[in-house]
């Protein structure tokens, strides 16, 4: 919106926070607006969105809806119809399972209509001229072959065995981490957490940012970091791609040393002030 210069208005949230029905409906309401755009997953602090409910208000304005369900589709339920969502954005990295590097737009027809009166000011990026380059089945620059024919092999898999399929493995991984983590001295900041990852808020004592760098060293385990504020006080895991039960044993036992460690280094320091 900066960069075309579209007058814009932001909704800011703090971390976990839902979205407010009634706020979004008073704005919505007031017929200021001609567009919504959303994430329908933050993926900061793995808090899904009510995307269905706020389809509804926009269907019930008449305001074009637009949902970012990158870290989504595959991972949670979606339905780009029934829940009124006029333009999609996907990309291949998440739930696909995929290298970076595709980027997807589902559009409806009303969404097609609308282009039919934009001007795009992009060269490499008007969605016009994809749509009429997939009449020859081509696209209009050439894209990255290797991924194409990944992302063909990935959708046979879908076809096969259901979309439904892949939601409910994310599904059963997600809960499975999260009942390891019973035990531990954790919390999950959202109340409604997607299938895609789990977001980890640490004690006070713990430096969020430090046991994601243990991981990585002493156990060659990834996990994401965050950023901003939450860059001490939370870490991601995601429960995407190739992963299975194995895996998440390996990354709770990894957890427990830490945080033994972690208490071994309290306990010697109280001696040592009781001690001194």
Not at 90 to 107: E, H, I, V, Y
Not at 222 to 231: E, M, R
Request: aromatic share 10%; hydrophobic share 40%.
């Amino acid at each position: 919106c900066i960069q075309h210069k579209i007058p814009f208005e932001q909704i800011l949230l703090d971390p976990g926070q839902p979205i407010l029905l009634e706020d979004l409906d008073r704005r919505l309401s007031s017929q200021e607006y001609s567009t919504l755009l959303i994430n329908a997953h933050e993926t900061s602090t793995g808090m899904i969105y009510n995307t269905k409910a706020i389809g509804e208000l926009t269907r019930k304005y008449g305001v074009f809806f637009v949902v970012d369900a990158i870290s989504t589709i595959c991972a949670d339920i979606f339905m780009m119809d029934e829940w009124h969502v006029d333009v999609s954005l996907l990309s291949s990295q998440k739930a696909l399972a995929l290298p970076p590097g595709l980027s997807f737009l589902a559009l409806n027809k009303k969404a097609k209509l609308r282009l039919e009166t934009k001007t795009c000011q992009s060269y490499y990026f008007d969605i016009k001229v994809y749509l009429a380059n997939q009449g020859r089945g081509q696209m209009p620059f050439t894209p990255v072959i290797g991924h194409f024919m990944m992302l063909h092999q990935r959708l046979r898999e879908i076809r096969l065995q259901g979309i439904d399929f892949f939601v409910s493995r994310h599904s059963k991984l997600a809960e499975y981490f999260r009942k390891g983590l019973k035990d531990l001295p954790f919390s999950f900041v959202p109340n409604s957490p997607s299938n895609a990852l789990t977001a980890i808020s640490c004690p006070k004592d713990i430096d969020a940012f430090d046991l994601v760098t243990r991981l990585a060293d002493d156990f060659n385990c990834f996990v994401a970091p965050n950023g901003g504020d939450l860059k001490h006080r939370m870490f991601r895991v995601s429960h995407l791609g190739e992963q299975n039960e194995t895996d998440i044993d390996f990354l709770i036992n990894a957890l427990e040393d830490i945080l033994n460690n972690y208490q071994q280094t309290i306990n010697h320091i109280v001696m040592e002030r009781e001690n001194y």
